[in-house]
């Protein structure tokens, strides 16, 4: 059975700093691409950060120099950390995690380097993250 859960979210002044961590159980961080989302009231969700199983990373074009995804695969863990935040970075923010199905399809690459949800199997349920 495998969980995502989600941690670190808050409420922050612009300029400020969080990291959001994503606890992995029933799932291996480094195996398949791993990446954050998040979504605003009235907005779509948006994919923020991609990191593959080779550890390359992908960012959107909105977040690119502020925002920096990683993982420890000794604690199972992936990060977000957040600097120089902004009110319109205000959303809930997702971890998300590629299967197993997933990850051998023709778009494998393509939705992990676009963090693109349709290549996502699997969710945490969110934290929140507030910048006034």
């Known amino acids: 059975h495998v969980q995502l859960v989600e941690s670190g979210g808050g409420s922050v002044q612009a300029g400020g700093s969080l990291r959001l961590s994503c606890a992995a159980s029933g799932y291996t961080v480094s195996r398949y691409c791993m990446g954050w989302f998040r979504q605003a009231p009235g907005k779509e969700r948006e994919g923020v950060a991609g990191i593959d199983s080779d550890g390359s990373t992908s960012y959107a074009d909105s977040v690119k120099g502020r925002f920096t995804i990683s993982q420890d695969n000794a604690k199972n863990t992936l990060y977000l950390q957040m600097n120089s935040l902004k009110p319109e970075d205000t959303a809930m923010y997702y971890c998300?995690?590629?299967?197993?199905?997933?990850?051998?399809?023709?778009?494998?690459?393509?939705?992990?380097?676009?963090?693109?949800?349709?290549?996502?199997?699997?969710w945490g349920q969110g934290t929140q993250v507030t910048v006034s």
């Open positions: 998300a995690a590629q299967n197993a199905y997933l990850s051998r399809i023709t778009w494998a690459g393509y939705y992990c380097k676009n963090v693109d949800a349709r290549g996502f199997g699997y």
